[in-house]
């Protein structure tokens, strides 16, 4: 059984930093993109950063390019979000996912396996 579980999320002041961690098991996702998303009430999941199998290729949703650093491990099966001059707007529960093998997708729908989500709650 496919399980992800994130972590690192809290309560952080305006331009502090946090780093969210997804650590996946059930199976390997060496070849998979690996995205991380976020949702606030009222709104669609959106995506936030992805990257593809190997580390080589990031994608980031403009607001928050410069700002945020998205990694992984694939020996571990883990995948960080690195979250630096965090702003009030980035308030959302963040959420990690497996994508597809080859390309870094944005949209949710090609994303297959979803964590429980972590709160990330910026004060200004």
């Known amino acids: 059984q496919v399980q992800l579980v994130e972590s690192g999320g809290g309560l952080v002041q305006a331009g502090g930093s946090l780093r969210l961690s997804c650590a996946a098991s059930?199976?390997?996702?060496?070849?998979?993109?690996m995205g991380w998303f976020r949702q606030t009430p009222g709104k669609e999941r959106e995506f936030v950063a992805g990257?593809?199998?190997?580390?080589?290729?990031?994608y980031y949703t403009d607001s928050v390019k410069g700002r945020f650093t998205i990694s992984r491990d694939s020996a571990k099966n883990t995948v960080h979000l690195q979250m630096n001059n965090l702003k009030p707007e980035d308030t959302a529960v963040y959420y990690c996912?497996?994508?597809?093998?080859?390309?870094?997708?944005?949209?949710?729908?090609?994303?297959?396996?979803w964590g429980q989500g972590t709160q990330v709650t910026v004060s200004s």
């Open positions: 996912a497996i994508g597809p093998v080859g390309g870094v997708p944005v949209g949710t729908r090609d994303y297959h396996f």
């Open positions: 059930g199976r390997t996702f060496s070849w998979n993109a």
């Open positions: 990257i593809n199998w190997s580390g080589s290729d990031t």
